[in-house]
């Protein structure tokens, strides 16, 4: 089990992004949490294995339809052991 910190720039609010976000998440399976930051960018923690984690920010890299990723920073974290992949509201 791996943890990563990812923080997403560009057009990746109210475009659909951290539903579509959590579509791909329980699809493959990842555990954490997607929200929105008061600053435009979108925040996640995810957790799961290398290679899932390694498909997931692939994923994230291309967003939702309507979204525009500019630039995405993957670090890693702790693992906290989500049990859901949820959207949180708020910058918190």
């Not at 609010?13 to 998440?25: E, I, L």
């Not at 954490?32 to 995810?46: L, P, T």
């Amino acid at each position: 089990m791996k943890a990563i910190r990812i923080i997403i720039t560009g057009k990746v609010q109210g475009v659909f992004f951290r539903q579509h976000t959590k579509q791909s998440a329980e699809q493959m399976g990842v555990k954490g949490f997607v929200q929105n930051m008061s600053d435009g960018s979108v925040y996640i923690e995810a957790e799961g294995d290398d290679e899932t984690l390694q498909q997931f920010i692939e994923s994230c890299k291309r967003g939702s339809p309507q979204s525009s990723v500019e630039k995405i920073n993957v670090a890693d974290s702790a693992v906290t052991g989500f049990k859901h992949f949820i959207i949180r509201h708020g910058d918190s």
